[in-house]
């Protein structure tokens, strides 16, 4: 009796003992995974902090005075200072700068009473939520960031930015998509041709018109060739936007003026896509698992599809998360040659007229989407994948 209590006792001391051992674990699992959350975030905050720094100190060595930009042939001296005040371009380039680091900040401090302080809370400007006061005039707030306003339209540059990011986005994700779907596509089937005419000719050509042709080259191309010389068979124009407004239907969708401009976006990734499966399946190939499924008389399309696809699209999907916030920046060509109303096409013209504050805007828009995806990219990969976290 005495033996199988002891026996008992040494069981539940096992099973108290396992129990604790796999709670400690568990704890030490997730306050690593959060400690890897929070660096990213810390990581990718330095990263905004320094494009936003770089952004203001290269667009206020340009030359040009935004009060004679904004007044044209009505400057006058008066209406000159005034403008300088109001932007505070007649301080000291140090204050400018903190200036425009508390208008981007969402929590930021302001002088709610005296309306001619540079940092005075103007309804026109923000929109605020008051946490707490400090002394007799300045109050802390949490605002949505406040990107100034256009020099020639005079409108927010948030409005500007919300008005033309979705066609932006739309277009990056049309040619994400071709180029995925596409370049897959071609990479499995020059790597099961490897050597063949068919691989070199994919080679060259994704060489030529992916890697080293510039996307504004290849969009003149694009476009003259199918919306000009080939547009009585394509049926496509060499310019348009998402939605055209005709005068007697409104605003309409167009989703054939897509197609070029997304080709042509699309097809630097796409070579890439193309030679980074090419590679990455040809490695999984030679791995012995494959020759292990060979030799047990599986049909060459399924070891292809069920074994080796599977684990040689890994650094593929990689590359396509890192490149869809490529895209979105880097579509300011493209939209200009067809005439595609996004935030690029906008960048273009503010770049034309000097409107820097569209052109900052713009940027930093750019910037938080490119950081924003690598920090959610990283975030699953260090949760699938405790390897990355402990690096």
């Known amino acids: 009796m005495a033996k199988s209590y002891g ?48 952004i203001f100190f290269l667009f206020n060595v340009l030359p040009g005075d935004p009060a004679t930009i904004m007044l044209g042939q009505r400057a006058n001296k008066e209406a000159v200072e005034a403008i300088h005040r109001d932007l505070g371009t007649n301080r000291p380039i140090i204050v400018q700068y903190s200036h425009y680091l508390n208008d981007l900040s969402p929590i930021s401090v302001h002088n709610y009473k005296n309306n001619k302080s540079l940092w005075f809370l103007n309804p026109e400007k923000y929109s605020w939520l008051a946490l707490f006061t400090v002394g007799t005039e300045k109050v802390v707030v949490f605002k949505w960031p406040y990107l100034r306003r256009s020099y020639i339209t005079k409108r927010d540059v948030t409005e500007i930015i919300k008005d033309t990011l979705p066609e932006t986005a739309v277009l990056a994700f049309a040619a994400i998509i071709i180029a995925s779907v596409v370049g897959i596509f071609f990479g499995i089937l020059t790597a099961t041709r490897k050597n063949s005419f068919f ?43 998402l939605y055209d407004i005709d005068v007697w239907n409104g605003e309409t969708l167009k989703l054939k003026n897509l197609i070029l401009p997304a080709i042509t976006l699309g097809m630097r990734p796409l070579s890439i ?84 504050p569209v052109v900052m805007g713009a940027t930093l828009i750019f910037a938080t989407i490119f950081v924003g995806i690598n920090i959610v990219v990283d975030i699953i990969y260090g949760i699938l994948d405790p390897r990355v976290r402990v690096k």
Not at 212 to 230: D, K
Request: overall charge positive.
């Open 199 to 241: 691989d070199r000719i994919v080679f060259v050509l994704a060489t030529v018109f992916g890697m080293s042709a510039p996307s504004f080259l290849v969009g003149l191309i694009v476009a003259w060739l199918f919306g000009y010389v080939l547009s009585k068979y394509t049926g496509l124009d060499p310019s348009g936007s």
């Open 273 to 356: 896509i193309i030679q980074l499966t090419r590679s990455s399946l040809l490695d999984v190939l030679s791995q012995d698992y494959i020759r292990t499924a060979r030799a047990k008389g599986l049909s060459y399309r399924k070891i292809i599809v069920k074994h080796a696809l599977k684990n040689a699209l890994n650094p593929v999907v990689t590359a396509i998360s890192g490149w869809f916030a490529g895209l979105m920046a880097g579509a300011v060509f493209v939209e200009k040659i067809f005439s595609w109303k996004g935030i690029g096409y906008e960048v273009v013209e503010a770049l034309s007229k000097n409107d820097l």
């Open 7 to 54: 026996y008992k006792n040494k069981l539940y001391l096992k099973q108290f003992l396992f129990i604790n051992i796999n709670n400690y674990l568990s704890a030490c699992t997730f306050l690593t995974v959060v400690k890897f959350i929070l660096s990213k975030f810390f990581y990718g905050i330095l990263v905004l902090f320094g494009v936003i720094t770089t």
